[in-house]
């Protein structure tokens, strides 16, 4: 059912990714990238990038997998997508899930240097992208 974006991504032309809002009781789980650097990187979802041939389920069940540790038993809904370049500069789709896991810990960090259950009606340190996928799955799950 939601492998239908991926058509959409390659004819688009632009690199696809999955984020999953995984949800304990009106906190989501977010990841701190490592730095060496003075100032706090924004927190992210979990996912990874759709490997060629891979569906975009699949992506996500695995990204969450090698990120945290969690198993992915639902997705839920879809929540909402968007566009920015890479680091390279190479287009790049966004597109977040809301899911359900087995349970919610232990979390096993794989590439990041921290997590945190942080509140969904709080002040999240997240890109302004990241904010409004958050404020769409608040008012849809949350209203």
Known sequence: MFDET???GERDGVGLR?????DRGGEVLLLELPSSGPI?????LPGATVEP???????????????TGLTVTDIRHHIGDF???????KPV???????????TGPVTLSA???????PLNGDLHVT??????LENYRELVYP
Do not use: C, M, N
Not at 53 to 67: K, W
């Open 6 to 8: 991926l058509p959409r």
């Open 18 to 22: 999955v984020g999953a809002i995984i």
């Open 40 to 44: 706090r990187p924004t927190l992210k």
């Open 53 to 67: 041939g891979e569906s975009v389920s699949g992506a996500l069940i695995r990204g969450v997998r090698e990120e």
């Open 83 to 89: 566009d920015y370049l890479s680091p390279a500069g």
């Open 93 to 103: 789709r966004r597109l977040h899930f809301a899911v359900e896991v087995a349970a």
């Open 112 to 118: 990041h240097a921290a997590y945190e259950w942080a």
């Open 128 to 133: 302004s992208s990241i904010q409004g996928i």
